[in-house]
């Protein structure tokens, strides 16, 4: 899909000022990221494992259900339109 710059002008121009910052940002990070993906992707590929265990907390928070929320709640919370496990 092409979407004339025209046309994302347009929309920025339309919004409140604050939420115009909020779209410049993300666009730099949009631009950061694409910049530097392989980059990090390539330091994660050569950085040593993780080997260190968990504490006890950890172990405590991984087995724990406090906080969470099934595939079908978020749906149902959020209004999302797709399946989620």
Same mark, same amino acid.
């Given at each position: 899909?092409?979407?004339?710059? /025209?046309?994302?002008?347009?929309?920025?121009?339309? @919004? *409140? /000022?604050?939420? +115009?910052?909020?779209?410049?940002?993300?666009? $730099?990070?949009? @631009?950061?990221?694409?910049? $530097?993906? &392989? /980059?990090?992707?390539? $330091?994660?590929? +050569?950085?040593? *494992?993780?080997?260190? *265990?968990?504490?006890?907390?950890?172990?405590? +928070?991984?087995?724990?259900?406090?906080?969470?929320?099934?595939? &079908?709640?978020?749906?149902?919370?959020?209004? @999302? $339109?797709?399946? @989620? *496990?």
């Amino acid at each position: 899909m092409v979407i004339r710059k /025209e046309d994302i002008h347009n929309l920025v121009e339309r @919004l *409140p /000022e604050d939420d +115009q910052k909020t779209v410049f940002d993300f666009m $730099q990070y949009l @631009l950061n990221r694409s910049t $530097q993906k &392989e /980059e990090g992707w390539e $330091q994660i590929n +050569q950085a040593d *494992p993780d080997d260190e *265990p968990l504490t006890e907390e950890e172990l405590r +928070q991984l087995n724990s259900d406090d906080g969470y929320v099934t595939g &079908e709640d978020a749906k149902r919370e959020f209004g @999302l $339109q797709v399946d @989620l *496990p």
